[in-house]
Each structure stands twice: as structure tokens, then as C-alpha cells.
């Protein structure tokens, strides 16, 4: 009976062991994920402009005495950024990124920003916005730092300033 005990004492210990060892293998060869797992295709934009953290400093930098175009550039520092389904081409991308800022920036208006005249060919950008009007001087201050801090892809090399087409 004692040989008996001792046997089942040895083999319930052999037993609890292998357990353990088990449970510890299975934790170890868990597979380890990295990230959300989401279903987004592939081929989504993502689009990213500058705006002032505070729009009504935008009159600090452009104001008829004050003409700081340096400053209001400097001054762009609040990041947005919008994923799109759907891969755009640049003129897309370079007209959805101007509509966006402008909406957003609550200081421009699209009335005399003409984002959607603005064309891209051979690596330039033409923006066909209005001139002429009272104030246009205080405008431009402000519109070509911004759109140039917004423009910043690798497929533009220049920004043409052109008449209001």
C-alpha cells in the first residue's frame, strides 16, 4: 500500500509539473499583435495644412501697418490632418489641401482665395486669385505664406502668382 501511495504521490506530481510547464509554453508561443487591426484600404490621401493657432492674430501680422508675411508663415503652427478614401492625383490633393485650410482657417474666404482655379502643370502651381481690390495688398500679406506653408510637396517646384483668370 505504501509503494502504492508514493506511486500516485510521484505520478500526481508529474502530472501538476506538466501542467504548468504547458501553460507557461502556451503563453509564450501567443501570437503578438502590433497595432489595431482595421480593414481602411491601402489607398487612402492623407492631407495635412498649417493654420494659426489663433485666428485673430492673423490682423497682429497683416494689417496695412504691419505687413509681416515672415511672421504670419512662422505663425502657422496648428497641424490638421484628414484621410480621404481614394488615392488623388497632386492637383487634387494641392486644391482638396487650399479648400480645407481655407474653410478651416477663418481667415480667408474662397471668394478671392479662387482655390478651385488653382492649376498644377510641369511642377508648378498657378493660383489664379483676384486682384485689384481695396485691401489685396493686406490679402497677399497673409495668403502667400499661407498657401506656400501649405504647399509643401515634393512634386511642386514653384508657386506662380497669377491675375484672376
Known sequence: MKKLLTFLGLLGMIFLAGCSQQ?????????????????????????SYYLLNNPADSTN??????????GYKAALTK?????????????????????LAVA???????????TANTTFENGIVTM??????????????SWKPFVEKNLRF????????????
Open 23 to 47: 501553460q507557461a509554453l502556451s503563453a509564450q508561443q501567443e501570437p503578438t499583435t502590433i497595432g489595431p487591426i482595421t480593414n481602411e484600404p491601402a489607398n487612402n490621401t492623407t492631407i
Open 104 to 114: 478651416d482657417s477663418e481667415s480667408f474666404s474662397e471668394t478671392y482665395a479662387l
Open 61 to 70: 501680422f497683416c494689417n496695412g501697418e504691419n505687413m509681416d508675411s515672415t
Open 128 to 141: 489664379h486669385s483676384a486682384n485689384g481690390w481695396a485691401g489685396s495688398s493686406i490679402f497677399y500679406c
Open 79 to 99: 497641424e490638421i490632418t484628414k484621410t480621404f478614401e481614394g488615392k488623388l492625383t497632386i492637383e487634387e490633393k494641392i486644391k482638396k489641401t487650399l479648400a
Open 154 to 165: 515634393p512634386e511642386i517646384k514653384e508657386i506662380k502668382w497669377a491675375s484672376e483668370n
